[in-house]
């Protein structure tokens, strides 16, 4: 029991490259969230699903794109990354409300 | 407008005496509270909750204090060990927000031995 997994761990991109984060939960949980955390700030929900082929915006999706295929797995895509985008990404999943948390992807856009 | 304020950035303390973190939130709607805890390059970790129909909540060493009218609530850490040395984070929801939370923008609690 893996609970919540993301990969990458760490990322470099240039700007205007794109890519794809994926966060996977073991746990059978409906609901899968993506944050991303800058220093001094909490964090900031990006986007939500509340169920396979559903998506949400957040407090902060612009630049971001989201899509829940299985209910296992959540993909966070940065279709043109931007310097702004530099961050650490955190994906978690529930079924009521307490959230369970990846250990992060760490991404850098130069 | 950030709905969930923690005030203070750092603390520290010393082993065996008592941590207390303290939050803020504006928003009348929440009705679950909870607290994080988090270490370098983890995810943050689940540590205690509180619902809004309660004032308190203990869990070992960690309890969580809510005070409704003033729209406060504070972890406790009683004793401290330097293995408590992370940041923390409350955060909240309300109903109906398809479980999302709010955070607090954390604090670096610091236990010294």
Redesign the interface.
Known sequence: NAG?TQTPKFRVLKTGQSMTLLCAQDMNHE?M?WYRQDP??????IH?S?GEGTT?K?EVPDGYNVSRLKKQNFLLGLESAAPSQTSVY?C?S?S?????????TRLLVL | DQQ?K?NS?SLSVQEGRISILNCDYTNSMFD?F?W?KKYP??????LI?ISSIKDKNEDGRFTVFLNKSAKHLSLHIVPSQPGDSAVY?C?A?YPGS????T????TQLTVLP
């Open positions: 919540v609901y969230y001094g700030m909490g964090l900031r929900l939500y509340v949400a957040g955190f978690a529930t009521r409300e307490t959230q369970y948390f990846g250990p992060g | 969930v923690q950035p679950y909870l994080y390059a983890e995810g943050p970790t689940f909750s984070f955060a929801t398809a479980r999302q939370l955070f607090g923008s954390g």
